[in-house]
């Protein structure tokens, strides 16, 4: 038996699948000779606990992103539900993302840190490599730094979400 509908190209198929796998968001900073970037990420995985190594992907070698791709360091802003209104800014193209009215520092290699996040990791890159029309970048943690405790926020079907005790299963 045949099916007369048309087969999805396998792109369409692949962004389906993981706009129903819900991941967590982060805001990725670093600066750049014009002064600080950044974007949100729902890319960023625990790669290793012992060293402490981390990764992401960027899809896209120009603005921000290419700022955070040839970085040597960057901070990985791990957001709490509490942080969805500050993810929402990182992600609009042409946002004010470091304006007077936002909470931020700069530490002493530079980069800027987010206020008010629950974690954010000060990490140095350790690799780039080209996986189709994006780059994965492999960083190592320096440093940690503690904020208010919060439920996370996920990002899922194109919407931000919060977990909390009434999630669990």
Do not use: Q
């Not at 993302?97 to 629950?118: H, I, K, N, Q, Y």
Request: net charge negative.
């Amino acid at each position: 038996m045949t099916s007369t509908a048309a087969a999805r190209p396998v792109v369409d198929e692949f962004k389906d699948a993981f706009r129903g796998h819900p991941a967590g968001v982060a805001i990725i900073t670093a600066t750049g000779p014009s002064g600080p970037v950044g974007l949100t990420a729902s890319s960023v995985a625990s790669v290793s606990a012992e060293p402490p190594i981390l990764a992401f992907s960027l899809a896209s070698t120009e603005g921000s992103a290419g700022v955070i791709s040839n970085a040597d360091t960057i901070v990985v802003h791990l957001l709490g539900a509490e942080n969805s209104e500050l993810a929402a800014v990182f992600a609009a193209r042409g946002s004010k993302r470091f304006g007077p009215d936002m909470e931020w520092s700069t530490l002493a290699g530079g980069e800027p840190l987010l206020g008010g996040v629950p974690r954010a990791l000060v990490c140095r890159i350790l690799s780039r490599i080209e996986a189709g029309s994006s780059t994965l970048l492999a960083a190592a943690v320096l440093e940690i730094h503690a904020g208010p405790a919060a439920a996370p926020l996920v990002y899922h079907d194109r919407t931000y979400h919060r977990l909390s005790g009434e999630s669990a299963l």
